[in-house]
Structure formats: structure tokens, C-alpha cells
């Protein structure tokens, strides 16, 4: 009527030339939902048998992971650029290494006591967002993140300082019932690791792709329209800061089980709150599987630089490997190739129809 | 009913807003048309709580609008659109759609986290809810585009769309006719007028095309420089002898 357009509402599913369409929930797009779960479980079940440096590099892929979902959803999903993520990832880190040396907690108690720490210190650190706008929290975070070695050297008699925290082995003794042995210990990490991301990934899921999750990006595309359109953009940014602190302090409190020992100085500077950063745009801002594909690349783009040569070498090679990205798919290595799959096939969502017998008005 | 009152707004030297007052009635289109900067759209955005004016008053139904937050005003019944657009441009047209029903079903973190069925049977109530709507604004065939890249007079309806899916008692309208052709102008004037019907609502339309304000106002208020010059019937506004000079004073 008001738009010139003449193609009829219920337009046939193929059309020619145009990309394949597959309907959500449909027959096709559950085949390949379930080869993608079915290659997943293998790779997992893969890494699950490698020798122990092999399989300690997956763990760290799932650590990293962990800490970039958390990321993903403060930077790429509302828009609030922290650049100190790294502080989230290492209070994560202190609060298990202290309960289990200090109070000797059980290891795996203090990965929800590091979701609620993280938590709490993520809500006040996002508390400014309440006020100010743009850049402003990024320089707030990157406060916290210069801070957090400075905070942990303070505290020396609870987090050692300088000369940094040992957990002892005995200490990470996998759990009776797990079935892994005292030596058998990093393929325990390795099982706790893969199934905490995948439970991580399946809440950023629900959240990305729920209601919640486009009020999010709503809020980063137009805070104007998103207010207007009844969205509290305070609170929402706020409480997005602090679910994205508690998920990267998760991500800790397992590197802290991983490694064994802890330095502020050494994993915990800024360094490392550029290297979530630089993991997240490479993988994909604002995608669902972009901060695995960024794990890989923090985790292993390093690893072989660093066999190509010596120091700067590898800190050049990463740094080229990201420009290359950042020129080749803007969007990151999923949003490109989610980009390049849209040519040949879209998955559309259902239709959503009102049940019968309920219309309304 | 929306009343204005004496509402003042400046910016630096220029005064959007110079006292300016009228009322809207409930159930009836009141047409506000004036020349480009007579302080139009600077009013739905003083109603709308995105400039605080520094003198005045705004009611709508008893409610000081001008006490509540951005957010709040469309849990009170009034929603808009925009002049030049404010959409999200990676949302779908249907998710945009989507968001504008924020406020009558607002998702909650931890059930959102969850995946909760009832988060999940509410998402699926208002998305048939904006389905209906995209059939009734002929939106359909591209509900799973993005809003990125659509034609002007298409993303105005998609505005329209997340405007009516909250079932709002006030709709602001700042020019729905941008990007139209002639012939679109008047099926546009029909639509709106078979929404109130169907939906029921007042609405504040700002338009400068005359025809359409003309043909399907019960009220028209004319404004220049920030104040009401003339407030009354169709008819009465267009044979008001200042509402041509404000026109003429400005083109001629
Ligand atoms: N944010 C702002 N900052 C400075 N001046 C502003 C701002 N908003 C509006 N103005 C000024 O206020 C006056 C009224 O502008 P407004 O946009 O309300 O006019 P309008 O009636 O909507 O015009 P048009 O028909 O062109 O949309 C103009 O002189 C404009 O320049
Ligand atoms: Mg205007």
C-alpha cells in the first residue's frame, strides 16, 4: 500500500540466484545443529585424551573464552568499552586462590563466591555509567585495571603481593567423585573448564538471543529510541557491567585452579585486559561464538609466534594478525564468515503466529 | 488528555519554546503544524522528557509528565516517532518492533539468563503481537531485515509500528509523511485514522503536508517561533489570517 514493493507476503522460500533459506527449528536446520553439536563433542572429547601441555592449552582456550563472553557482553552487546577487564579476571583469580589457601575452601566453592564478588564489584565500578557517558567508563576501567596489581601488592598478607600466591597441589586435589586421581589433575581442570564455558555460553545464548539481550543492543544502537521505548538505559548498563565482571571473575577462578600459582604483576596487568580486548574483536564483537574463535587466537597466534622468534617478534605478529583481521572482516573472524554464509544460505526464524483461539483486538 | 502549558525552552540565544500551551482531547488527532524551526519537534521532546524545559507544565490524564524520567513516559500511554528516525539498525524490522513492547512485557535478567519458559512464552506473545502489526503496516515481506539500508518512508512505518505495539493513549507523530509520494500521503492519512479506530488512541501529529493534516485532524494548533499563533478547527486554523503570514513571512 505505502510501499511500492509487490512482492506478496508469503514469498516462496527459494527464490532464484538468491542464498538457500532454512527456517529455524525446521528440519534442515536441526540436521545442522545437530553435525555442529556432534563435530563439538568430538573435538571436546578430543582434547579430552591429549598429552598434558596440549590439553593445558585447550583449558586456557576455554579460560580465555570464559573471560571474552564477559567481555562480549559489556563491550560488544550494550557498548561499554573496558578496557581493564583484566582486574575482573584477576579478583576472580585472588578471591578463589585465598579462600583455598587462607579459609582452605573446597576449589570448586569458590567459583560461585568469585560470580558474586565479581558481581558486586562490577555493579560499583558501572555505577558511574549511571552519570556518564562515553568514553568516561572506559577510562574508569582502565583505572581499576592500572590499580588491580597496585590493590593485590597492598593486601600483601592475604594475597602475598609481589611475591605472588602458590596454591599447593594437594590442595587441587580433583574432587572423590570425579574419578581423577591427584595426578590426573589437569584433565580434571580440562573437564571443569569445557563445562563451565559451555554452561556460560548457553546463558549468553539465552540472554543474547531473548529480549533482554536486543534491549541490550538497542541500548548501543540508539539510547534515545531505547528509552523512549520504556528501557531504564542506567540500570541496564549497569547491570550488564556487573554480569560481565561476575563472568570474567569466573573465568579467573578457574585460572587460578588452572595455574596454581598467582602474580599480579605477571597475569593480571592491563596487558592482559588489552589481550580480552584484542581477542574479542578478533573473534567478533556482539556474536555468540566470536570469544572462542578469540580464545584461540590470544592462546595459540602467540604460541606459534613465539616458535617463529623471540620477544617482540611474537607481540608483532599478534598485532599484524590483528590489523590483517580488523582489515579483512571488520566484524571479526564469526562476523565475516557469518557475513560470507548469508550469500549462500539465511536461516530465518519462524513465522510467529498467535496460537489459534487467542487473537485479540 | 494532554495538556501544555507555558512552556518555555531555550537554547543559548534562540527560544525554541515561548510559553506555548493547548490541550489535546482523548480519542482525537490534533494536527501541530508551523514553519521548519517553529519549536515542533523541540515540544515532543520537552513531552517526551528528552530536553527539560525551564518554564512550564505538561499533564497528560492528571500525570506531571514533566516529574518522570525518559523511560517512564511511555508506561503513562505516550509513545512517538521521530523526525529523522531512531531506529536500531541491526535489529530486524520485527525485533525493532519488538522493543517497543519494553514496557507492557519487560524481560527480566535472571529468567533471561535462564531461558525460562515463561521468558520464553513472552517472547513469543510479542513477537505474534508485532507480527499482526507488521501485516496491518504491509511489513511482513521484510520482517527478518535488518533495519540498516530500508528506504526512508518504510523505516517510518517500522517506527510506527514500535510505537503502536506498547497500545499507547498518545501517539506523537513528527512528520509520518517524510519520504512519501503523493499518493502514499493519503493512504498514510487513512491508516492512521482506521489505527485510532481499531486501536484507540490521540495523536499529536506533526506534518507539513497540509493536506494530511487538514484532511484527518479533529484540532489543529499552528505555532511560530515557540508560541501558539492559532488553535481551532481545520478550517478555522487555515482561515486564520496569522498562520499564512507566519507561512509567507518565512518563504516569501
Ligand atoms: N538541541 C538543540 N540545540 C540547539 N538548538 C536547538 C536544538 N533543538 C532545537 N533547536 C532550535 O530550536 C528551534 C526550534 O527547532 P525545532 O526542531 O523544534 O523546530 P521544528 O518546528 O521541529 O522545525 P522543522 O519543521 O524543521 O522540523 C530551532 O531554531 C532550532 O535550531
Ligand atoms: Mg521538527
Known amino acids: 500500500m505505502l510501499e511500492p514493493k509487490t512482492t506478496p507476503a508469503q514469498a516462496p522460500a527459494s527464490t532464484k540466484r538468491g542464498p538457500r533459506v532454512i527456517r529455524r527449528g525446521g528440519r534442515e536446520h536441526t540436521v545442522l545443529l545437530g553435525i555442529g553439536a556432534v563435530l563439538a563433542v568430538l573435538v571436546i572429547l578430543w582434547g579430552g585424551q591429549l598429552d598434558p601441555f596440549n590439553q593445558g592449552q585447550l583449558t586456557r582456550v576455554a579460560i580465555f573464552a570464559i573471560a571474552i563472553v564477559g567481555l562480549n557482553i559489556a563491550t560488544g552487546y550494550i557498548g561499554l568499552l573496558s578496557v581493564g577487564h583484566s582486574a575482573f579476571f584477576g579478583l576472580g583469580a585472588y578471591t578463589t586462590g585465598v579462600l583455598v589457601v587462607k579459609y582452605e575452601w573446597d576449589p570448586l566453592m569458590t567459583i560461585p563466591a568469585a560470580l558474586v564478588v565479581c558481581l558486586v564489584v562490577g555493579l560499583l565500578v558501572g555505577l558511574p555509567a549511571l552519570r556518564i557517558r562515553g568514553l568516561y567508563l572506559a577510562m574508569v576501567t582502565l583505572a581499576f585495571g592500572v590499580a588491580f596489581p597496585e590493590i593485590v601488592a597492598h593486601f600483601d598478607d592475604l594475597t602475598g603481593g609481589a611475591e605472588g600466591m602458590t596454591i599447593r597441589r594437594q590442595q587441587l586435589r580433583p574432587p572423590e567423585w570425579s574419578g581423577f586421581t591427584l595426578g590426573e589433575r589437569s584433565q580434571w581442570v580440562y573437564w571443569l573448564c569445557v563445562v563451565v564455558l559451555l554452561i556460560v555460553m548457553w546463558i549468553a545464548h539465552n540472554m543474547v538471543r531473548g529480549r533482554y539481550g536486543m534491549a541490550m543492543i538497542a541500548v548501543r544502537e540508539n539510547e534515545i529510541a531505547a528509552a523512549s521505548s520504556g528501557i531504564n538505559i542506567a540500570v541496564m548498563k549497569v547491570t550488564a557491567f556487573g554480569v560481565s565482571g561476575a563472568v570474567t571473575g569466573v573465568a579467573g577462578s578457574l585460572f587460578a585452579m588452572y595455574i596454581g600459582s598467582l602474580f599480579a604483576e605477571g597475569s593480571f596487568t592491563l596487558l592482559a585486559g588489552i589481550t580480552l580486548l584484542i581477542g574479542l574483536v578478533i573473534g567478533g564483537e556482539a556474536t555468540r561464538s566470536g570469544p572462542l574463535v578469540g580464545a584461540l587466537a590470544v592462546v595459540f597466534v602467540p604460541y606459534y609466534a613465539a616458535e617463529l622468534g623471540q620477544g617482540q617478534v611474537a607481540a608483532v605478529l599478534f598485532a599484524v594478525v590483528l590489523i590483517f583481521v580488523i582489515f579483512v572482516a571488520p566484524a571479526g573472524i564469526v562476523g565475516g564468515i557469518a557475513k560470507a554464509v548469508r550469500k549462500v544460505v539465511v536461516v530465518t526464524p519462524r513465522i510467529p503466529r498467535k496460537p489459534e483461539g487467542t487473537q485479540q483486538s | ?252
Open chain 2, 1 to 252: 488528555m494532554l495538556e501544555i502549558s507555558d512552556l518555555v525552552m531555550r537554547f543559548g540565544g534562540v527560544t525554541a519554546l515561548d510559553r506555548v500551551g493547548f490541550t489535546v482531547a482523548d480519542n482525537e488527532i490534533c494536527g501541530l503544524i508551523g514553519p521548519n524551526g517553529a519549536g515542533k519537534t523541540s515540544l515532543f521532546n520537552c513531552i517526551t522528557r528528552i530536553y527539560r524545559p525551564e518554564e512550564g507544565a505538561v499533564r497528560f490524564n492528571g500525570t506531571d509528565l514533566l516529574s518522570l524520567r525518559r523511560h517512564q513516559i511511555v508506561r503513562h500511554g505516550i509513545v512517538r516517532t521521530f523526525q529523522n528516525l531512531a531506529l536500531f539498525p541491526t535489529l530486524s524490522v520485527l525485533d525493532n518492533t519488538v522493543v517497543g513492547a519494553h514496557s507492557t512485557s519487560t524481560p527480566h535478567l535472571v529468567p533471561s539468563l535462564l531461558g525460562w519458559p515463561t521468558t520464553r512464552a513472552a517472547r513469543r506473545r510479542v513477537e505474534a503481537d508485532a507480527w499482526e502489526l507488521l501485516e496491518r503496516l504491509e511489513l511482513t515481506d521484510l520482517a527478518f531485515h535488518p533495519a540498516a539500508g530500508l528506504p526512508f518512508g518504510t523505516l517510518k512505518r517500522v517506527e510506527l509500528a514500535r510505537a503502536l505495539i506498547s497500545r499507547p493513549s498518545l501517539l506523537l507523530l513528527d512528520e509520518p509523511a517524510g519520504g512519501l509520494t503523493h499518493s502514499e500521503v493519503n493512504e498514510l492519512g487513512q491508516l492512521i485514522l482506521g489505527l485510532r479506530d481499531d486501536y484507540g488512541f490521540s495523536a499529536l501529529l506533526v506534518e507539513h503536508h497540509m493536506g494530511l493534516v487538514m484532511g484527518i485532524s479533529d484540532h489543529v494548533v499552528a505555532m511560530d517561533f515557540g508560541r501558539t499563533i492559532a488553535d481551532g478547527s481545520p478550517a478555522e486554523v487555515q482561515r486564520d489570517p496569522a498562520v499564512a503570514e507566519a507561512y509567507l513571512g518565512r518563504t516569501a
